[in-house]
Structure formats: structure tokens, C-alpha cells
């Protein structure tokens, strides 16, 4: 396995590039304000992604699955390569969200998170999801078996039909079903799932607000509000724009009664660790194109389209 690593100018990020010789796998390493004080990782599931989100730059192509071990290692290298002592961070969240969609490769998830779990007991491990059409029974006794495990759904938007364009991917659950597996996974695991949506000029009215809180009940679910950007953009320059658009509904919809957060992507600009800006990644699917396959989602043709960061 060769690993690169790459800074961000501020020293807050890391991202991590790993070569595994047929697949390729990113990790972002963050500290708030130090490891000791809170680390979160995200890291790959999958080399590429079959779901091909048109926002992600990860979704272009798809190699294979990581197995449980590759997920681990990308965990296991991150402490080491900065000397972080895990029993001395105090909180810790290793999210399976850089790469790949994590539901898709059940066996490899599931593998790494009991592993990861014997590791580090007390860290949080949270699953995002783009909301594949799976058997989500398994996942909910996974999360009751581990009980530090996180449920995440990539919403981003108040409509199947503006969804169904951001990810074309067809075997997903609709916003409905979503909706309804989160509150199964509620009263499984008594933890509420997040709904994660990324704010634009075009999903952030009242009535997307509204219409949010006719489908998801804020008594089983949290969001998260994340900021987008451009295909070619900068997050730095996505976050100056958005950050007041996503400031804005996560105050409309704080008024339905939602506990929310906003994903904060500062730090990445330089280093392309934001979703989509998988630079290295796509260089790699360049060189190796017998390995790579175009994902299905990318049937259609790649417009300008917004896209997230978590
Ligand atoms: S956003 Fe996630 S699910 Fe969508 S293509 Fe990218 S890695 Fe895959």
C-alpha cells in the first residue's frame, strides 16, 4: 500500500491518498482545534462510486469495494502517520463518507465497523448514505449491536424530483421512504438519524422548509446543512457564498423543531478534500482506465450541477 499525503495551508486538514495497487481510497484527517480535543476522519468505503452523484467527482468511476481491512488501515495510518494516541483524544467521529456509497458494500462496512468499534469503543461511527434501495433491517441490527453507530441520509433536497436529478442513481429509496426507514432505525437504536441537506439558491425557501417537515418528523430526526459548491469552485469561495444561504434555513428549519448543525468545510480549499474534488482520485481512474468503469449514474450527461460536501 503506498500512501501520499497532502496539507491544507492552515494544518487543520489532511488529506490521505492510498494506493492499493488495483483501487484507490482517500482519507481526510481534521482536528478542532487539536487531535486531543476532537478528531474526525472520513474515510473510503468503496474505490469510486457506482452511484455517480453528479455533484461528486468520486462518482465519475468505479474500481471495486474496499475490503474491512482496507477500511481499517485507512484509520489505523492516519493515528499513526500524526502520532495521535486514540485513548487521548477525548471525541472522536470516523465517517464513512469519503468515497463510496457504504450501503452498497454491506460486508466491507459492517467488517470495519465491528473492527474499528473493538479499536476504539468510545469513538463515534457514522454511516452516510445517499439512500440506496438495500435491506435496511441488517443495518438497523448492525447499529443495535454497535451502539456508537450513526445514521446519516443524503437528502439534499425537498423534492424526489430535484433528488432524482442531483442522483440519478435509480434503485434509491424515495424521500418518503427514507422518512420512514430513519424512524424504524429511531426505534431500534433509540438515537436519531441526520438528514443531510446541501443549501443552494434554489432548495432554501420556506417552502422547501416546509415541505421538509411534511416528510421528516422532527421528533426521530436531526439535519445536518452543509454548504455547496460548484463542480469547478473553490469550497472556500462555495462557503463565503452559501454560508449565509445555509445559516438561513437552518434557522427555518430550527423553527419546525429540528435539531440542526451546519457542516463547516473550511480548510479543505487547497488540498480537494471536499466531495467532488477527489483530484488525485480522478487522476488515478486516468491512469488506470482498464480498472475503472464509468459509474451508473453517469448514463446521462454530467451538466453544470451543485454539488456537496459531505
Ligand atoms: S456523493 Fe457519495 S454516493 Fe454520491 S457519487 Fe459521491 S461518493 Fe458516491
Known amino acids: 500500500m503506498q500512501v501520499k499525503r497532502i496539507d ?22 481534521y482536528k478542532y482545534p487539536t487531535y486531543e480535543d476532537r478528531t474526525v476522519i472520513c474515510c473510503s468505503t468503496q474505490s469510486g462510486c457506482p452511484v455517480g452523484c453528479r455533484f461528486c467527482g468520486a462518482g465519475d468511476a468505479f474500481v471495486r469495494s474496499l475490503t474491512g481491512d482496507e477500511i481499517v488501515a485507512q ?15 477525548q471525541r472522536c467521529q470516523i465517517m464513512f463518507m469519503s468515497m463510496g456509497e457504504p450501503l452498497l458494500n454491506f460486508g466491507g462496512l459492517s467488517d470495519a ?25 441488517r443495518v438497523r441490527d448492525l447499529s443495535v449491536e454497535v451502539p456508537t453507530v450513526g445514521l446519516q441520509f443524503s437528502v439534499h433536497e425537498s423534492t424526489d424530483e430535484a433528488r432524482n ?31 443531510n441537506y446541501c443549501a443552494h439558491d434554489r432548495n432554501t425557501s420556506h417552502e422547501d422548509a416546509e415541505r421538509i417537515y411534511q416528510i421528516f418528523n422532527p421528533m426521530f430526526w436531526q439535519a445536518t446543512i452543509s454548504v455547496v459548491c460548484e463542480r469547478d469552485e473553490s469550497v472556500a469561495a462555495a462557503n463565503i457564498r452559501q454560508r449565509q444561504l445555509a445559516t438561513d434555513f437552518m434557522e427555518k428549519l430550527n423553527a419546525y423543531g429540528y ?19 477527489l483530484w488525485f482520485v480522478q487522476e488515478w481512474m486516468r491512469n488506470n482506465p482498464e480498472l475503472a468503469r464509468p459509474s451508473i449514474g453517469r448514463s446521462i450527461p454530467i451538466v453544470h450541477a451543485p454539488r456537496c460536501t459531505a
Open 8 to 29: 491544507s495551508s492552515d494544518e487543520n486538514v489532511s488529506k490521505y491518498v492510498f494506493d492499493f495497487g488495483n483501487a484507490v481510497a482517500e482519507a481526510v484527517l
Open 75 to 89: 484509520v489505523q495510518h492516519l493515528f499513526a502517520d500524526r502520532g495521535i494516541d486514540p485513548e487521548a483524544v
Open 113 to 137: 465497523i465491528r473492527k474499528l468499534h473493538a479499536l476504539y469503543p468510545r469513538f463515534a461511527l457514522l454511516i452516510s448514505t445517499s439512500a440506496p434501495d438495500v435491506d435496511y433491517e
Open 165 to 195: 436529478a442531483l442522483i440519478p442513481f435509480k434503485a434509491k429509496l424515495t424521500l418518503a421512504q427514507i422518512a420512514k426507514e430513519g424512524e424504524l432505525w429511531f426505534r431500534a437504536t433509540g438515537r436519531e438519524p441526520f438528514f
Open 259 to 277: 435539531p440542526t448543525r451546519c457542516f463547516d468545510p473550511a480548510g479543505q480549499d487547497d488540498i480537494g478534500g471536499g466531495c467532488g474534488q
